[in-house]
């Protein structure tokens, strides 16, 4: 199976956001030595607990500091951005780092309304993310009146992030489709299957191909596993009741904490659908995941408050598949 890593940059309680990206680079680092085949990070702008976000710039960081691992991002919010300047930033880093690099592109806009507004984007952008799909990819193809130096004529690999109508775009613009588990099996069983059905050969891409992407804890005891997700978890909760993500806390200081019942209620939903447990449980799980979506790649995600177990478990899951 081939298996990829997405990392966020989370803030850890006692650090900062210098640290986390710090942390990311060298994360990127241990990923490649471990064997897996792509190192992607994110953006977020405005959301305290969250150090990622200039994925361009920290991708070149990771790529500056690795040598064989494909780096990208997961992904570039296009709605935030004239599709020229990042036409123009990709060629950039595929200029500098020829081979490696991946555009992953999202169509998600900011966290909360005043971010927006800071950012000078709503809603209707995300919802005209096609038309800037379309043109951005113009600007390597050299199908653009105005050429995108130095991405014209590179070939930088485009995927789309998303669901529902994002993998209908996906599919009519005939590029890889990243999509994620956390909305359910059977949601994202029926995208893919839409995708796949509506897919047109394009110049990046013969034929379909989908990449799950799932937060996945391995620990040596099922217990310790399900650990991994409580800080992570509890910062979902948090965000969703007081509006911003607070650093990951110790497992054992979260659930010593007093919760209301809508907190104790959001803390819940957020530990349900993801694949943790033991190795032999998780590998049951993603073979399962990849039989039932004949999904080509599978994306792994975790954030928790221990980054040596943390290493741990994407080292766990190393000795399953790679």
């Not at 005043?114 to 984007?121: C, D, I, M, P």
Request: without cysteine; proline residues 6%; hydrophobic residues 45%.
């Amino acid at each position: 199976m081939r298996l990829s890593v997405l990392d966020r940059s989370r803030v850890r309680a006692g650090s900062g956001h210098p640290e986390a990206l710090r942390d990311t680079v060298a994360f990127a680092r241990q990923a490649e030595q471990l064997g897996y085949h792509r190192f992607w990070v994110s953006e977020h702008h405005g959301v305290p607990g969250v150090a990622g976000s200039a994925p361009t710039v920290l991708a070149a960081a990771v790529a500056a500091a690795t040598s064989r691992i494909r780096v990208g991002t997961g992904g570039v919010m296009l709605p935030n951005h004239q599709p020229l300047v990042v036409a123009e930033q990709f060629g950039v880093l595929e200029s500098l780092f020829p081979g490696r690099i991946d555009m992953g592109l999202g169509r998600s806009v900011g966290f909360i309304e005043a971010v927006r507004k800071a950012l000078g984007h709503d809603q209707e952008d995300a919802a005209d993310f096609g038309r800037g799909l379309a043109e951005l990819l113009g600007y390597f193809t050299g199908d653009r009146a105005v050429r995108g130096y130095p991405a014209d004529g590179l070939r930088v690999p485009p995927f789309v992030l998303a669901t529902g109508a994002g993998a209908r775009v996906a599919a009519a613009h005939g590029v890889p489709l990243v999509i994620g588990s956390f909305r359910g099996e059977d949601a994202m069983i029926d995208a893919i299957t839409a995708y796949r059905a509506g897919f047109r050969p394009s110049t990046w891409a013969e034929e379909p191909y989908v990449v799950i992407s799932s937060t996945v804890a391995v620990a040596d005891t099922a217990e310790d596993a399900w650990r991994l997700l409580v800080p992570e978890a509890w910062a979902m909760a948090h965000s969703r009741t007081r509006g911003d993500f607070p650093p990951l806390s110790a497992p054992d200081d979260v659930l010593a904490q007093p919760m209301t019942s809508r907190e104790r209620g959001l803390f819940e939903q957020s530990l349900r659908g993801h694949v943790h447990g033991t190795p032999s449980e998780v590998a049951k799980a993603l073979d399962h995941l990849v039989h039932r979506t004949a999904a080509d790649e599978v994306l792994v995600t975790t954030s928790t408050y221990d980054r040596a177990a943390m290493l741990d478990s994407y080292r766990l899951l190393a000795g399953l598949y790679l």
